[in-house]
Nanobody, 119 residues
Framework: QVQLVESGGGLVQPGGSLRLSCVAS????????MGWYRQAPGKERELVAF???????HRGASARGRFTISRDNGKNTVYLRMNSLNLEDTAVYYC?????????????WGQGTQVTVSS
């Protein structure tokens, strides 16, 4: 079974930047789409950004112009670079591996990493 481990969360001031990382186990990483979701208190989980196996990217509305998703297949790692953070970005951020090369349900989830924007 695929395991996903997120890191890079923490406390950051409004306007600041953060880079999240997600390391995936297994040998199929390069053939799978990878995404970042987030869930704020009292809200549903939402898609932040997704990158398919070929490198095509989809950004959610909250991420456009501020966040960048990328992947390094040699390291089995997907990244989320977050710039111009605001209070509304506070959430637990989850890594997701799709069952296919593009976004499909039924994939694997990481445990999440907390991002808190405050001051």
């Amino acid at each position: 079974q695929v395991q996903l481990v997120e890191s890079g969360g923490g406390l950051v001031q409004p306007g600041g930047s953060l880079r999240l990382s997600c390391v995936a186990s297994g040998s199929s990483f390069s053939t799978k789409g990878m995404g970042w979701y987030r869930q704020a208190p009292g809200k549903e989980r939402e898609l932040v950004a997704f990158i398919n196996s070929g490198g095509a990217i989809h950004r959610g509305a909250s991420a456009r112009g501020r966040f960048t998703i990328s992947r390094d297949n040699g390291k089995n790692t997907v990244y989320l670079r977050m710039n111009s953070l605001n209070l509304e970005d506070t959430a637990v951020y989850y890594c997701y591996q799709s069952r296919a090369g593009w976004l499909e349900l039924g994939g694997f989830w990481g445990q999440g990493t907390q991002v808190t924007v405050s001051s």
